[in-house]
């Protein structure tokens, strides 16, 4: 089962950018459709974005769509949500997320294989 690490994190002002990687540890990445989510303190976790294993289908949840745009380099193991005009609300741990079908990702959480630890986005007023 692939493993997930993610990175690019940080303490960013509003109306800035970041970038969010994550790293998958198999070969099988490739096979996989992965996704984004993330948690606010004391908020329930929220769908951020999901890109299926060829890249060619995306979703967005409604809250970021238009700002954040995922995407993945299968050769390299790696995909990416690119985060641009940041606000304060976006504040949140973000994980990434791996499954065989994109649609659980979409839209069943809970039905999710692969989970990486998070990282800490801070969007300062």
């Known amino acids: 089962q692939v493993q997930l690490v993610e990175s690019g994190g940080g303490l960013v002002q509003a109306g800035g950018s970041l970038r969010l990687s994550c790293a998958g540890s198999?070969?099988?990445?490739?096979?996989?459709?992965m996704g984004w989510f993330r948690q606010a303190l004391g908020k329930e976790r929220e769908f951020v974005a999901a890109i299926s294993w060829s890249g060619s289908i995306t979703y967005y949840g409604d809250s970021v769509k238009g700002r954040f745009t995922i995407s993945r380099d299968n050769a390299k193991n790696m995909v990416f949500l690119q985060m641009n005009s940041l606000k304060p609300e976006d504040t949140a741990v973000y994980y990434c997320a791996a499954d065989g079908r994109i649609l659980n990702i979409r839209s069943r959480p809970s039905d999710v294989e692969v989970w990486g630890q998070g990282t800490l986005v801070t969007v300062s007023s």
């Open positions: 198999e070969r099988t990445f490739s096979t996989y459709a």
